[in-house]
């Protein structure tokens, strides 16, 4: 067994998105063949109702899938094929857009006014990016959830690991996709299939995700406003991505660590993209756009 050494640990940046969500984005739009099959990720953890209330108003999707995961506070969707629903703490949406849907995602906070959560968008293959759309809503109870004999917890939302497997089927990028929980000192070794591109999204505590022995020094910046610097030690808005290996190894800090381990086969095809709207070519999203203009947008209704 060999362990994933760190590439690159990246840190969020501000956007706003939709009528003025802000949001941390830690990767999305230009190259993101290091992640492939994957093309975005958005952290859209809030306190201040203002900065959400706003939502993302009526928009296209083409060509891709996006997985919203909820952690606290609720999210109103809706779309032009006439779903309808509501994502609440600890509930999955996995949204196939396919030939192209129209939809909403309107949050709203919880008792205390957070509105938490994280969005991520996986590219569709050639051959899929025309299928049907279709929704997959998951709710928290129904998210298998394992403790390990040393107190490690985690969270199987697609995929199977541990022996679980999670209940969102069908996807085209065959991921896995877990939320990982760490006890305070403790050193866990967790399984990436080798052929998969891999990426660890830290959101509470601190910890170091190490290479084989000896460990490399990784330059990650402070989220606190001090200018100093830590050497392999990842925390709160943090993404690791990961070269080739059979598993990875972090070493959780004195609060433990919590972090989503997201792995996926790559397409390897070529990527034209238009916000969101996501092809191969741009003749492909020329044909998109004249598609909205017309009123052809959906093929399926």
Same mark, same amino acid.
């Given at each position: 067994m060999s362990v994933r050494p760190v590439r690159q640990v990246i840190q969020p940046q501000p956007h706003i998105e939709g009528a003025g969500v802000k949001l941390q984005r830690a990767f999305g739009f230009g190259n993101t063949s290091a992640f492939d099959p994957f093309l975005l990720f958005d952290d859209f953890r809030n306190d201040n109702p203002a900065d959400y209330r706003a939502g993302f108003p009526w928009h296209p999707h083409r060509g891709i899938e996006t997985i919203t995961y909820v952690l606290a506070g609720h999210v109103a969707h809706g779309d032009s094929l006439g779903n309808?629903?509501?994502? #609440?703490? *600890?509930?999955?949406?996995?949204?196939?857009?396919?030939?192209?849907? %129209?939809?909403?995602?309107?949050?709203?906070? =919880? @008792?205390?006014?957070?509105?938490?959560?994280?969005q991520l968008w996986a590219n569709l293959p050639a051959a899929l990016k025309m299928t049907r759309p279709r929704y997959q809503d998951v709710s928290g109870a129904d998210i298998p959830d394992v403790v390990d004999?040393?107190?490690?917890?985690?969270?199987?939302?697609?995929?199977?690991?541990?022996?679980?497997?999670?209940?969102i089927e069908g996807v085209a990028a065959d991921p896995r996709y877990v939320d990982v929980s760490v006890p305070p000192g403790r050193r866990k070794r967790l399984?990436?299939?080798?052929?998969?591109?891999?990426?660890?999204?830290?959101?509470? #505590?601190? *910890?170091?995700?190490?290479?084989?022995?000896?460990?490399?020094?990784? %330059?990650?910046?402070?989220?606190?406003?001090? =200018? @100093?610097?830590?050497?392999?030690?990842?925390?709160?808005?943090?993404?690791?991505?990961?070269?080739?290996?059979?598993?990875?190894?972090?070493?959780?800090?004195?609060?433990?660590?919590?972090?989503l381990l997201v792995s996926g086969k790559p397409i390897e095809e070529p990527v034209a993209?238009?916000?969101?709207?996501?092809?191969?070519?741009?003749?492909?999203?020329?044909?998109?756009?004249?598609?909205?203009?017309?009123?052809?947008?959906?093929?399926?209704?």
């Open positions: 309808r629903g509501t994502l #609440g703490a *600890g509930d999955v949406q996995w949204m196939t857009a396919g030939s192209g849907i %129209l939809h909403q995602e309107m949050p709203r906070g =919880d @008792a205390q006014g957070r509105m938490h959560g994280f004999d040393d107190g490690t917890r985690v969270r199987v939302i697609c995929g199977e690991f541990w022996g679980k497997i999670g209940p399984p990436v299939d080798r052929s998969r591109h891999a990426f660890a999204y830290v959101f509470a #505590g601190s *910890g170091a995700f190490r290479d084989a022995s000896p460990p490399r020094s990784v %330059l990650t910046e402070q989220t606190d406003g001090t =200018d @100093a610097v830590r050497y392999d030690r990842t925390g709160n808005r943090s993404l690791v991505l990961f070269d080739p290996g059979d598993e990875v190894v972090v070493q959780a800090g004195d609060e433990g660590i919590r972090f993209w238009y916000g969101p709207i996501v092809m191969n070519t741009n003749e492909e999203l020329q044909q998109a756009m004249a598609d909205l203009r017309s009123g052809t947008f959906i093929k399926d209704r």
